[in-house]
């Protein structure tokens, strides 16, 4: 009891005094301590929107919805030839802008009869906005011209949600080129989502130099962030401007072409399909390209570049949009002689002096290599200029068999060749191209099996048959190091950026090829004497010296299931000045039967062109410009009856 006693004494005299002070001292500091911590959270957040906020990422800041967004697109570059021709330039255009969310009920025929599209198209390009960004603006229609733009200026105003964005578009100054230059176009869902620099409607470029050097061409936007009311309207710079950007212009190029080469390329192959690939064989600078057929690059500009391209594209037979210089593989034929003569120098199976005997022919087992009449004996140079089907097969043949192995032989024989450039990407810069093919041992021993087969089963491979496939680019690069004596440079078509010469160091470094230079002096001596008296006797130029080959190449489709042989593919390269070359070039006319028939003469008029800036020889230049093979092109189709080689 007395225990009890001495807890409630303790309960009511010590510690129900000691909590009521304790209680009275909390409620006094309660207060302070609230004001406290509310000082310093707003100290903090100041310290953050004052200090902290200016380094925060601009696209926080494009995610605010009290802040929109507006870009300035620059001037992309312009494009000169090598002579300082303006090729490419720009002109205004306008595309019309959608907020989706903004959008007000509105009259929507009168609005898509003034930007000439269907009510159909107008739902279609809404929902696209709206699933892009309700709230951010995207391109609601593209590139309206000044007369398009025009009676829609004074009525936008009717219809909120849409607004103008002026931006330029490509105008070209050339008709020629198309497939050098490229055009551009609007960005894709795929490019939107890898590349982060491009939103929904900007351009891009597309093939040719647009496309390689778009990250010089395309400049840097500009951009400008405004600040918008609670009712959603624009009342200022958001920060007093901080943030905004000046847009910066695209770069401009000067291309290695030659625009007037290039253009009269394209003349004398009107009518006619292949390519003509000129390269400086000092530099690699390439001063022709020419795939024909081709077209304006004007039509793919502006608002009927979709129709236009899907009409080119849809063309399946010319085939307008395929780059023939780059993409194109031929047999390269008997242009391919030199080479084989070179790699015979090389592993010492042959000399300029050896005799090889022709009788109408290579024979071999129960088959024979045909060949056209000539003199015989003959040493390599009149090999050459004779263009002698035994000859090469001789050498190819001996080159093979030095080695212990048939795969050893085609081994060396195949290393030898990509040290030109055969059967490899060239690194040139265009963003498209293809290999060509030079076989290997694998191909041989997957087809026979290990080592069960020998020259003889692949000779065609020594005249430029057989497997081998060549593109016009690399058939060019191939005459450069000819010229050269043993090196090439990269062939290449952007000279300066901006003025300055190009930075990329794989275009100003030799390559060199397997073979000495000691061996070249027989094989541009046998080209010399083609041209003066051989099989390219028919295209020389007063005052120039040129060395030249001819080509005919077997040429095969397929119709109905059926291999047939159509009319030979004509080919002719050529050097000139042989004592000093500026000029080494390609020309491949599809279906023109032999090499001096078609592409010899247009040859040897692009060096007139390119070396004198004149043409004396009007005659010859007047039939090339006037010869058609269109009635030719059309034999596979057309169901008639159709002869070889005529």
Known sequence: MFCKKIALFKYYYVFLPRQKQSLSIMKKLFLPLIITIATFSLLARLFYLQIIVKEQ???????????????????????YDRNGKLLVTNQSAYDIMIVPREVKAMDTLEFCNMVNISKEQFLTNFEKAKNYSPRKPSVFVSQLSKEEFAPLQEKLRKYPGFFVQKRSLRHYETFSGANVLGYISEVNDWELKNNPYYLAGEIIGRQGVEKQYEDFLRGKKGVRYLQKDKYNRVIGSYKNGIYDTLP??????????????????????????????????????????????????NLLVGRKRSENYTLLYNDSIAKPLFDRALLAEYPPGSTFKPFTALLGLKEGVMTPQSLVSCSGGYHYGSRTMKCHHHASPLDMAHAIANSCNAYFAVEYRKIIEKYKSPSQGITAWNEDLKSFGFGTFLGSDFPIGRKGYIPDAAFYNKQYGENAWAATYNISNGIGQGEVLVTPLQLANGVAAIANKGYFYTPHIVRKIDGKTTPFSQFTEAKQTHIDPKYFDAILQ???????GGTARGTQIDSISVAAKTGTAENYVRINGKRMQLTDHSIFMALAPVEDPKIAIVVIVENGYFGARIAGPICSLM????????????????????????????????????????
């Open 248 to 297: 910066i212009a695209g770069k401009s190029l000067e291309l290695t072409l030659d625009e007037g080469l290039q253009t009269y390329g394209e003349m004398l192959m009107e009518c006619k399909r292949g390519s003509i690939v000129a390269i400086e064989p000092k530099t690699g600078e390439i001063l022709a390209l020419v795939s024909a057929p081709s077209y304006d690059p």
């Open 57 to 79: 990422s601009k696209d926080s800041i494009a995610s605010d919805i009290a802040i929109e967004v507006a870009y300035d697109y620059p001037q992309r570059g312009y494009i």
């Open 526 to 532: 046998g080209m010399h004497m083609a041209y003066t």
């Open 607 to 646: 060096i007139e062109k390119y070396l004198t800036k004149n043409i004396k020889r009007k005659d010859l230049e007047k039939t090339m410009l006037e010869k058609s093979l269109e009635e030719e092109y059309a034999k596979p189709y057309s169901g008639r009856p159709f002869s070889i080689n005529k």
